[in-house]
Structure formats: structure tokens, C-alpha cells
């Protein structure tokens, strides 16, 4: 009797444990996604505030480039126009009002390229590294696959922005003397984006800048893979891997 009553007590015993892990083990699965999910939101949250910053950064420079730019020449217009009518400069009134209109028109394009919008994303890069080779003696180097254009529309404005922030980096502090911009097409679309500048060295270079954060950011709302390759002397590359 008492070898019954042990076995039934073991029994109960071994009952309870099982229970007590089993409740050990979905509070432990619990809190493992619960903490996922506020690693998520964390860094979704990193995401926005780093567009938000972008955003603010922009409107800065949209902001002085109307005040510096169009409103300095539509001030200067005012004071040709104020003169008395023997002496009004036409041709200066000619030039500030035409220059006003290039500072607003560069504006507009800023802020969403015609071209994207008119031929695409594939026409819109070739544009854009044609100016670059105009306006700078940096050599260009673009060759993009069709399917470039098969990145829904709504995307295609970050997937520009980022080649165009890279311009811009390049431009401004790589000192390069070429760019290459490549898209190939094998199940996935993978643009790289490579200067031959100075490079950088991302171990003692932790931090990212704004303009890089803000390549982060997009890539993440396209979504895209983004990877980052550079060292001293051995120029920056930007790549982006798209699954359409």
C-alpha cells in the first residue's frame, strides 16, 4: 500500500514539474518574442526618426535656397523696377527673373524628377549621371538592365534617391575621378553604386552619417538589402539587392 501511495505521489510529482516547465518554457518563449517584437519596434522607430531628419535637412535647404536664391533675385528685380524708368536695366531685370526660375526650377526637380515620373527610373539615373558628367570632370560609367523599371513606381523615388545621395557623397568628399553605377538581373535585381575615392575606414568610422542613414532608411522602406564596402584609399561602394 504504501509502495502505491509513493508511486502515485512520484507520479503527481513529476505531473506538476512537467507543468511547472512547460509554463517555465512558454513564459521563456513569451518574453523571447515579446523582446523580438520590441526589437522590431525599436528599430523601426530608428528608421523613422532617421527619414524625419532627412525630411527636416531637406526643407532646410529647400528653405535657404528660396531665400538665398529666388527671393535675393526677385528683391533685386524690385530694385531695378523702383528705378526711374530712363534708367531701369532690362537686361539685368532679364537675367535675375531667368535666374530665378533655374534656382526654382532645380528646386522642383529636387523634390521629384520628371523625368521619373515621364520615362522611368531606368531614363531618370541616365539623366541624372549625364549632368553629373557635364557639371564635374568625373567620368561616369552607367549601365543598367531593363528590369531596372520593373521596381513598382512607388519605390523607384528611394531607390533614386539613394543613387543620388551617393552622388552626392562622392562629390563631396571622395575626391573620386569615376563612378560606376551597375544594375544586373538574375532573379534578383542588385544595383551597385562604386566611386574610386578615398574611401573610408567604417572600424574607425563606426557612426553613420546623415547621408548614409538616409540610404539606410530608404533601403528599408523599399525593402532592399543594402550593403556598404569601403576602405582608405580603395574608393566607397553602395549595393542594393531588390527581389521583384
Do not use: W
Amino acid at each position: 500500500m504504501e509502495l502505491v501511495l509513493y508511486s502515485i505521489g512520484f507520479c503527481v510529482f513529476l505531473a506538476a514539474l512537467l507543468v511547472v516547465a512547460t509554463i517555465y518554457s512558454k513564459n521563456t518563449i513569451v518574453k523571447s518574442e515579446l523582446s523580438k517584437k520590441q526589437l522590431e519596434i525599436d528599430h523601426q522607430k530608428e528608421l523613422v526618426e532617421q527619414l524625419i531628419e532627412v525630411q527636416e535637412e531637406e526643407r532646410s535647404r529647400i528653405a535657404r535656397e528660396l531665400h538665398d536664391g529666388v527671393n535675393a533675385k526677385l528683391a533685386t528685380v524690385l530694385l531695378f523696377v523702383a528705378q526711374p524708368a530712363e534708367k531701369i536695366d532690362q537686361a539685368g531685370i532679364s537675367n535675375s527673373i531667368k535666374e530665378a526660375m533655374q534656382i526654382s526650377r532645380r528646386i522642383s526637380y529636387d523634390l521629384l524628377p520628371p523625368t521619373l515620373e515621364s520615362f522611368g527610373l531606368k531614363g531618370a539615373l541616365y539623366e541624372l549621371f549625364e549632368e553629373i558628367q557635364e557639371q564635374s570632370k568625373i567620368d561616369v560609367n552607367i549601365e543598367l538592365d531593363d528590369h531596372v523599371d520593373e521596381i513598382p513606381q512607388k519605390k523607384q523615388l528611394h531607390v533614386y534617391r539613394i543613387v543620388q545621395e551617393s552622388l552626392q557623397n562622392t562629390i563631396k568628399y571622395a575626391e573620386a575621378t569615376s563612378i560606376d553605377l551597375n544594375a544586373s538581373f538574375d532573379k534578383k535585381l542588385t544595383i551597385s553604386y562604386q566611386d574610386n575615392g578615398k574611401g573610408m575606414d567604417f572600424e574607425t568610422t563606426p557612426q553613420l552619417g546623415l547621408g548614409l542613414k538616409n540610404i539606410v532608411a530608404r533601403s528599408e522602406m523599399i525593402p532592399a538589402l543594402h550593403e556598404f564596402k569601403s576602405e582608405l584609399g580603395k574608393g566607397f561602394q553602395t549595393k542594393l539587392t531588390i527581389e521583384l
